[in-house]
């Protein structure tokens, strides 16, 4: 196998271990995100197990013997020189300098987006409770009480009788 064949296998087997994969599939709300996402590691798993299996393992040699036999030694000699005197470039990677800080911009932006979520979450789980709380109560609950948690809906009424407003 090539150096740069068994390279990039091997950086992307490294990388798929250091993805949390639950870890970001627990951040997903949405039925459509959970989809794409789920095409997402689908995909990536393809791609990975492609270039473990393709290109982890080394090429059989070459039975130049074999091919003496029934084509003659010269073509055969001809084609191993050419053969042997292949160089492959070696990989030189460039891109991850080109989008790291364009990546790194994104993990800052994540990070705010992720702690304003989480704090939309905590005031609507406060909402959810208010409203539980409420439900429970709401059937022994007198007008009185309902207007000291709403002053707004008292004013509105009180406004509406005082205008003489029945709503018809």
Do not use: C
């Amino acid at each position: 196998m090539s150096g740069v064949g068994k390279k990039v296998a091997d950086v992307a087997f490294k990388a798929s271990k250091s993805i949390d994969w639950d870890g970001m599939a627990k951040m997903i709300v949405t039925d459509e995100a959970r989809k794409e996402f789920s095409s997402l590691r689908r995909a990536f798993e393809e791609v990975n197990s492609t270039l473990q299996t393709k290109f982890s393992q080394e090429p059989e040699p070459i039975d130049w013997e074999y091919y003496r036999k029934g084509l003659g030694s010269r073509i055969v000699d001809s084609y191993k020189e050419l053969y042997e005197s292949v160089e492959i470039p070696k990989f030189v990677e460039k891109t991850t300098e080109e989008y790291k800080p364009k990546f790194d911009e994104l993990l800052v932006e994540l990070k705010q987006a992720e702690q304003e979520s989480l704090k939309e979450s905590e005031r609507l789980e406060k909402e959810i409770a208010e409203v539980q709380e409420l439900k429970k109560k709401l059937s022994t609950m007198t007008a009185d009480e309902y207007f000291e948690k709403h002053p707004e809906l008292k004013q509105k009424f009180d406004d509406e009788i005082r205008n003489d407003y029945w709503g018809y």
